[in-house]
């Protein structure tokens, strides 16, 4: 009876109750966004031994997943062009569109042999920021991944056909990778 009464009066005083705010926890790793942390979640309460990762979304990483802020996603890329460069025979021009990413990434392009899937490598492991760049390829038939990157993490290389993440290159561009959905 009388946390019934408490409660009455607190709501009788104008003070409301507000709901505690959503944070993620991240599981392992000395800090939110360390890579080597094994899982996040997004709880109302991070129970020990869960960190407190305020302002950040899970991440998958090569390790597991990880809480990286918003501004240190490199995101992905949802539309790449490529056709033959006409300036330079030969050469190929790669364009695509700005990662969904709230900062600006540089980009790595990835090389791989067409019919030997997951065979990438890096072509070019910056652009410059640029949104575009003409490249000699390889001999042979090759398919091209373009990732955006962003400190120590590369975005998303695309998914296959049953939306499953494609690797990283190997070897990489960075030191890990950070798959977050864009925002």
Not at 156 to 181: E, K, M, V, W, Y
Request: hydrophobic share 35%; glycine share 10%.
């Amino acid at each position: 009876m009388r946390s019934a009464l408490l409660a009455f009066i607190v709501a009788a005083s104008g003070i409301a109750a507000s709901p505690p705010a959503a944070a993620n926890c991240q599981l392992g790793g000395s800090a939110c966004g360390d890579p080597f942390a094994i899982d996040c979640n997004g709880g109302v309460v991070c129970p020990i031994p869960w960190r407190t990762c305020s302002g950040c979304v899970c991440t998958t990483t090569s390790n597991g997943r990880t809480c990286l802020a918003p501004a240190l996603q490199p995101g992905s890329v949802a539309t790449v062009r490529i056709g033959k460069s006409a300036s330079t025979p030969g050469d190929l021009d790669f364009a695509w569109d700005a990662s969904c990413a709230p900062t600006s990434p540089d980009y790595a392009i990835y090389e791989g042999l067409l019919g030997v899937w997951y065979t990438h490598e890096p072509l070019r492991c910056t652009s410059a920021g640029a949104l575009s760049l003409t490249l000699a390829p390889s001999p042979g038939d090759r398919y091209y991944l373009i990732a955006p990157i962003l400190g120590d993490f590369t975005g998303s290389l695309g998914t296959n056909r049953s939306g499953t993440q494609r690797p990283d290159g190997d070897p990489s561009c960075t030191a890990d990778r950070a798959i977050a959905p864009c925002p």
